[in-house]
Structure formats: structure tokens, C-alpha cells
């Protein structure tokens, strides 16, 4: 990898890192505070943090849509990786982690995104929080993948970050 694209994986890293934990907490506390258990009675004028259930919804709805840009430009950056994964049989099963991450981070932005085109389209309530329900669902699994690769990548950050520091 050259010295520009490494600058480029470090940063979009960085925003995917902070973006997801917007996204990840945004998500978790509207589960938490508004859906579970609610049956669709949401009340929300209700305040978490400070702040409503639309404020903490605009907030996940955004963070979404920067993790989304950035995993596009962070699947371009490894672009190769995935070709060669792909192309032969053993490197998928021993890069299964991975590929399993990849798999469930689409079904979870699919299954998210879905209720956002109901709703545009006037589509019908029913479908839309039936699809936010599995999105709520696979992302609890998606989350435990997520978990285990950051923490497998955590030393090449804080490498990547004292790096960045000595150039200053």
C-alpha cells in the first residue's frame, strides 16, 4: 500500500470509527428507550440524553449515511483483498470472519435502508416496522462481528495514530 492510500485507509478507518460509534449508540438507544417493548405506542416527546426520539433518529439517520460512504471508499481501498478472497475457495474460509462481517454489514444497510423507501414511497407502516425489526435484529449480530474486528485491527490503529503524531 503507498504512503497516500495508507493516509486515506487511516482517515476513512478513523471516520468509520467515529461515525459507527455515532451510529452504533444513536441506534442502540432508540431500540433501548423507544421500540423495546413499546408495541408502537412510542412516545416521542420523550427525552434520552436530552433530546427526542426525531433528534435521536435524525442523528442515527445521518451517521448512517457517513458509515455508508465510508464503507464504499473502505471496500474500494480493499478492493484487492476482496478480488483475491473471492477468486479462490481457501481464503474465503480462512478469511470467514471478514467475509461474514461484509455479508451482514450489507444485510443490516439493506434491511435499514428499506424502511426509509417504504416511508418515501408512502408505503405501507406495517411493512416499514416490520423491516426495522429485522434490521434491529441482524444487527445485534452484526455488532458482535463488528466488536471482534475492531478489536483485531486495534493495534494497527493506535500503530496508525502514533504514526500520524511523529509526523506533526
Not at 26 to 41: A, D, E, I, K
Not at 71 to 96: A, D, E, G, P, S
Not at 160 to 165: E, W
Amino acid at each position: 500500500m503507498t504512503v497516500k492510500n495508507a493516509k486515506v485507509n487511516f482517515w476513512v478507518n478513523t471516520g468509520l470509527l467515529l461515525f459507527g460509534v455515532v451510529m452504533v449508540f444513536s441506534g442502540l438507544l432508540l431500540q433501548l428507550v423507544y421500540h423495546l417493548g413499546h408495541h408502537g405506542g412510542i412516545d416521542a416527546n420523550q427525552l434520552a440524553l436530552g433530546m427526542n426520539y426525531f433528534h435521536w433518529s435524525d442523528v442515527h439517520k445521518v451517521s448512517i449515511v457517513f458509515v455508508s460512504i465510508g464503507m464504499v471508499f473502505h471496500i474500494i481501498l480493499h478492493r484487492k483483498w476482496y478480488t483475491t478472497v473471492f477468486k479462490k475457495k481457501k481464503t474465503v474460509l480462512k478469511n470467514q470472519q471478514v467475509v461474514l462481517l461484509t455479508i451482514i454489514f450489507l444485510s443490516v444497510a439493506i434491511s435499514g435502508y428499506i424502511p426509509w423507501i417504504i416511508k418515501l414511497s408512502g408505503g405501507s407502516e406495517l411493512s416499514r416496522k416490520d423491516f426495522i425489526e429485522i434490521h434491529d435484529k441482524i444487527t445485534w449480530v452484526w455488532l458482535g462481528y463488528l466488536v471482534f474486528h475492531v478489536c483485531q485491527r486495534f493495534k494497527w490503529f493506535l500503530s496508525a495514530i502514533k504514526k500520524r503524531s511523529l509526523c506533526l
